[in-house]
């Protein structure tokens, strides 16, 4: 989040939810919508696609992503491996976020566009 303002991270950070799930708890379930997007605080979470283990998340990774950007179903199902502590931000809340402060929105790009790279890299 380097690219936001101080001012844009607050207006960020108002709209979003802390939340904790629990261990073996289904943070979002492959083809079923997602309503939210989240990223992981503390935790550790395993990502499935037709219940085979893609890879897992950790802190400062992303959930639901892929979703919020191709306004789709969820691709994967996530599963905390342990407790684990997460930001949210319903999606709704956050495309109307992005369309009054087109800094945000750019800057938010940025961030997801990244995560995504990342995660392509991580499993190439």
Not at 35 to 49: A, E
């Amino acid at each position: 989040f380097k690219n936001f303002s101080p001012i844009e991270l607050l207006k960020l950070m108002r709209i979003s939810k802390w939340e904790i799930a629990e261990k073996d708890e289904i943070l979002a379930k492959e083809d079923q919508a997602l309503s939210k997007i989240m990223l992981i605080y503390s935790g550790y979470t395993s990502v499935t696609v037709d219940n085979k283990e893609v890879t897992k998340l950790k802190d400062g990774d992303f959930i639901g992503e892929m979703s919020f950007i191709n306004d789709s179903q969820a691709s994967a199902t996530v599963t905390s491996i342990q407790k684990t502590k997460y930001l949210s931000w319903t999606k709704l809340d956050l495309k109307m976020l992005m369309e009054r402060n087109p800094n945000i929105k750019f800057s938010m790009q940025n961030v997801i566009s990244s995560e995504l790279s990342k995660k392509l890299r991580k499993n190439n």
